[in-house]
């Protein structure tokens, strides 16, 4: 009867109840009421009507789960959920709302995937009081005109950024926290947004990003405890910032660049771990009633041609100067007070404008200073109390001073309204005065030089490392020496290229040649500041410019650590796409121009590839004049360094241990996977488990024994391809893991081939254990064959067995798919699929449908070709740590073997998952069926069988999967025949009868059977 609403029930056991969440939705009419009881509900739920879901009992107390597909799909005008947690993995998007509204009340969205809620086009999703948990992604993405509004919601445990804004989006976050995040709220490609009384802290990126001629507003809201920018405005976005607190900032509080503006109204900044508002490359940002508090840097800085308007602001304390502006930079400061600054108040460098009109400036290093060729004004100011000179011109240009009251003015007529130049005005302080700091010299300055000299020195090999960097040390001292004399300086590049293969300590060293220059007074902190391709580089045009800056500034002061720096000119695919590595190059170049003296750059990488990188822009070359090549450590020096590892853990080496691994590591490959130093460390951890080991029958054994490492803690060489797991067998467990495999139904082929693979293993583990060469075995495996034939279920029991066996770590399978591994631009498929082989270390990597990788699809570049080839490369670096298992149709199978020259030799085995027979199947619902307590009589057996026998079966059968669905028709016609009895018996209750075995479907073999009709209905 239409306009009744009616209340649908949900249990997975009580009685006069859906069994699962779907099955209501289908049997629902628009508007009824949807009550799920409290249970786990491994389904995928698409709402495609207006129902209302409401969950019973506590928070967390009803739980969806799903792997893969969206655990939650809206396709439908309105839709109302409430009371439910949706918990989703292994996939792209765990909430999914292509059209219309979604309501989302007290709900908890725990995803471990790409983005957890995905709003497309017209959708509207309005969430309260719901909480979105994301460690494999993003928290929110609102695009192509969807909208969102949030309030009381939580963001938690994000891998990337909490709320994202793109092609139109527009989200409003009200009263809102996010925590634990990479970020907090990007809007980008003209996105829209508003944040108002919400609470962001514990942020390891920038924390609100706003970009590509996007809009924010931001109102009443707190920022805290950021590894990064906390807002930055790039490529044309027009944000505002009004009434806000943003606090304790690792970089710089606001960031200006690209041509975008940002307007702050009652903002206050504390604690800025650099500039409290930096301003770059034409942008502009304007100040009004705002606080800047004790930041680390200069509070305000206009570099390039970026403009400043500062009014009613003030600047308090901090250990640079108030208001720098510098090269092209364009700043006014009207009626502000700058405060007790360990700088200089206001500073106008370069060919910069400062105009400052009242206010005050008072108890800072020096008053206002104009250098170079700045020029501009100052009137009506009050100059106080500062501890250098009042007002300080040493600039070619006019500046005017109207009205000033200053008790320093060195000579300056401050009633004239004409021009003044700088010639009788004493200097000012040099920069590393204005910051607060003690120039690097005195005896403590050669003290720290020579300690960290010393340092040096004390280095496990590089001779020749060792004599560059020292030869850079007498050249900056000589430079030092020729300028006290009055002569001109040497050329002097200093920043260099690491060249040599990993682990060979040239991140040690370049945290060393860091405070080295500090120690020679040549950068003021000399900090380390490392990173690789993916702090860099972002995935839209303009965000990787982005990115640069904000690590650059970072390093202001110290030394920027690019490793494998060839990786940005690389490329990165197989062609198309624009090329954001690129991008990142030219950024560099013209920020190493722009803070020439501010910053030390060392890129490092491969020899031959770093030849390339620098080849890539016409400006690296002469950047990077000096390259310092590590050489590999010899086997003596591998040695000694494993001796120093012993020596800070108290053990210690035996003659003959140390002549076991010197010819240990003489015979070592030196592959691309050889790590130098890093390989040296994991040797001498291997060692200490293999003692453990030794030991651990020996109970009595005294203090010398618990040192001291032997020649037999040493494990086999690698490469044998027996494996690199613990080395030690569990028998016991082997025999478990086969009888478990033995009591699979059916499978005898494959459970013939498996056992063969585990028989030649254990006769290699005990070839090697008596010196005998092991046979070449590879251990990664082709299964092919049609779905549910129990792929995944052996590949657990493979990687247990190897586990077990000791040829792999752990075992754990990690279960990928083509969304997994291809990425949607150039570079993205080779990070992906090295994170998903990294996921699997130490275990199985298995990939479904792997086939789909050579399929060519799109006419775009061939990403799945790419994740090939990256998945070829990484099986030969780490050969020893993972098993890959690659699953899919026979024939399919063949096509994907082809695509890449290394596959065949890596997959030289294939295991042949044949479909079930009809009494298999049988066997499969049956144990199933006792599994959830129902029992099939011996007539209902015959007709489970004559369904099997009968039905027509594609390509696409799911053999186990389809018995199962079989199973669950079953029970659903069962429920359906009970649900009238009075007074069932035991029997009534647990018995299924033929007649709730539903028809065997028509041509369209191996879809889900029979479908149920809704309990209720007739």
């Known amino acids: 009867m239409t306009g009744v609403r009616s209340v649908l029930g949900v249990s997975a056991t009580e009685p006069d109840c859906y069994r699962t ?41 009803v739980r969806v789960e799903a792997t893969g597909e969206p655990v939650l799909r809206v396709a439908v005008e309105q839709a109302e959920v409430s009371g439910i947690e949706f918990s989703h993995s292994g996939g792209e998007v765990a909430v999914d709302v292509s059209s219309g509204t979604l309501h989302l009340d007290e709900c908890v969205v725990a995803a471990d995937s790409e983005v957890a809620v995905v709003l497309r086009k017209a959708a509207m999703l309005r969430a309260r ?23 009381g919601c939580a963001f938690a445990s994000l891998a990337t950024t ?78 505002v910032v009004r009434d806000c607190q943003i606090a304790d900032t690792a970089a710089q509080a606001i960031v200006v660049v690209s041509q975008a503006a940002i307007e702050l109204n009652r903002v206050r900044v504390e604690r800025a771990g650099g500039h409290a508002v930096q ?125 000033c009251d200053t008790e320093r003015a060195s000579g300056l007529d401050t009633g004239r309204t004409g021009g003044a130049t700088g ?107 490392e990173v690789s391709r993916p702090d860099l580089v972002a995935s839209v045009i303009g965000g990787t410019a982005i990115k640069t800056t904000e690590m650059f500034t970072k390093a202001i002061g110290g030394v920027l650590f690019i490793d494998e720096a060839y990786t940005l000119s690389a490329g990165n695919g197989s062609g198309g796409g624009p090329d954001f590595g690129r991008e990142a190059i030219d950024t560099l170049v013209k920020l190493m121009e722009d803070h020439r003296d501010e910053v030390v750059v060392i890129v490092a990488g491969y020899t031959n590839d770093m030849r390339n990188f620098l080849a890539a822009n016409p400006g690296l070359s002469s950047r990077f004049s000096r390259t310092i090549e590590f050489a590999d450590y010899s086997s003596a020096e591998l040695v000694t360094i494993v001796e120093g590892l012993c020596r800070g853990h108290d053990y210690r080496l035996e003659f003959e241990t140390r002549a076991a691994l010197h010819t240990y590591f003489t015979h070592l490959p030196r592959d691309a996977a050889f790590g130098n130093g890093r390989t040296a ?27 001291r490492l032997m020649p037999e803690d040493l494990g086999p060489l690698p490469g044998s391809s027996v494996g690199a797991g613990a080395g030690r067998v569990d028998e016991e467990r082997v025999e478990q893991l086969l009888d478990t495999l033995r009591g699979l139904v059916g499978l005898h082929e494959v459970k013939d081939e498996v056992s063969a693979m585990v028989d030649l293993l254990a006769s290699a583990r005990r070839r090697q254990a008596m010196g005998l060469p092991a046979p070449p075995l590879s251990r990664h495996l082709v299964f092919a064959g049609p779905p549910g034939t129990g792929k995944t279920t052996v590949a657990r029991l493979y990687g247990s067995l190897l586990a077990a066996l000791g040829v792999l770590a752990q ?69 020893d740590e993972v098993v890959v298992i690659a699953a899919g ?116 073999a191996g879809s889900e059977p029979a479908p149920r009709r809704a309990f209720g209905q007739g």
Not at 133 to 143: S, T
Not at 681 to 707: C, S, W
Request: net charge negative.
């Open 681 to 707: 460390r994991k040797v001498f951890e291997e060692m200490l488990g293999r003692q453990a080991y030794r030991l651990a029958e020996a109970p009595d054994a005294n203090h010398i024994a618990l040192t």
């Open 811 to 879: 075992g754990q399978v990690t279960e990928v798919s083509r969304a997994d591994l291809v990425g949607e631009y150039v570079g993205h498929t080779a990070r992906r699929t090295t994170e998903a082989f990294d996921r699997a270390r130490g275990g199985v990597l298995f990939i479904d449908e792997a086939y789909t990788l050579s399929s060519g699809r799109g006419s775009g570049p061939d990403f799945g070709r790419e994740a090939i080839d990256t998945l070829v490369k990484l099986m030969e670096d780490h050969r």
């Open 889 to 1004: 149709y026979e024939r399919e199978m063949a096509g994907f073997l082809a695509a890449n020259p290394g596959l065949s030799s890596r997959f030289s085995h294939r295991v042949r998952f044949a479909d079930y027979s009809p009494d298999e199947l049988v066997t499969i619902v049956n144990q199933h069926a006792t599994d959830v307590g129902y029992e099939c009589s011996g007539p209902t057996v015959a007709s489970l069988r004559a369904h099997f026998a009968t039905m027509r079966r594609g390509e696409s059968f799911g053999n186990g999967r389809y018995a199962r669905q079989l199973l669950d028709s079953t029970i659903a016609n069962h429920a359906r025949r009970t649900r009238t009895l009075v007074d069932p018996t035991m029997d009534d209750l647990c018995l299924l009868l033929p007649e709730d075995v539903p028809a065997p479907p028509g041509p369209e």
């Open 21 to 61: 969440i779907s099955d209501a939705i289908s049997a629902a009419r628009d508007g009824d009421v949807i009550s799920v009881r409290p249970g786990v509900y491994p389904e995928s739920v698409v709402l495609d009507r207006d129902v209302s879901l409401s969950g019973s009992g506590s928070p967390g107390d």
């Open 129 to 151: 009081d719901t909480a979105v948990r994301n460690p494999g992604g993003a928290g929110v993405l609102v695009f192509d005109g969807a909208r969102a509004e949030l309030t």
């Open 162 to 239: 909490a709320v994202v804004a793109r092609s139109g989006g527009a989200p409003s976050m009200i009263d809102c926290t996010v925590t634990d995040a990479k970020g907090a709220v990007l809007a980008a490609d003209r996105g829209r947004g508003m944040l108002r009384d919400c609470r962001i802290s514990n942020i390891s990126g920038p924390a609100i990003v706003v970009e590509s001629h996007s809009e924010l507003t931001v109102t009443s809201t707190r920022v805290s405890d950021v590894d990064g920018v906390a807002v930055l405005a790039a490529d044309g976005a027009r944000p």
């Open 279 to 403: 301003v770059l490359a034409d942008a502009h940002a304007e100040a009004t009633d705002c606080s800047f508090v004790g930041s680390r840097h200069d509070a305000v800085l206009a570099s390039a041609d970026g403009t400043v308007l500062v009014v009613d602001t003030e600047i308090i304390g901090g250990a640079g100067g108030g208001v720098v502006v510098e090269e092209d930079a364009r700043a006014t400061v009207r009626d502000s007070r700058v405060v007790g600054t360990a700088g200089v108040g206001m500073t106008a460098r370069g060919n910069a404008g400062l105009t400052v009109d009242g206010g005050e400036v008072r108890e800072c290093q020096g008053g206002l200073s104009w250098q170079d060729h700045a020029g501009g004004s100052i009137t009506g100011c009050a100059v106080r109390d500062n501890l250098g000179e009042g007002i300080s011109v040493l600039s070619d240009q006019p500046v005017e001073v109207v009205d």
């Open 423 to 529: 010639s009788t005005v004493a200097p000012t302080p040099s920069t590393s005065e204005e910051r607060g700091q003690e120039p690097a010299t005195g005896d403590g300055g050669h003290d720290e030089l020579d300690r960290l000299l010393a340092e040096l020195a004390d280095l496990v090999g590089l001779d020749g490392v060792k004599r560059e960097v020292e030869t850079l040390v007498r050249l900056h001292q000589m430079s030092e020496r020729r300028a006290a004399a009055g002569l001109p300086s040497p050329p002097l590049s200093r920043h260099l290229v690491f060249t040599g293969a990993p682990g060979t300590g040239k991140t040690t060293v370049a945290r060393l040649y860091g405070q080295i220059l500090a120690a020679l007074g040549v950068l003021p902190s000399g900090q380390l500041v």
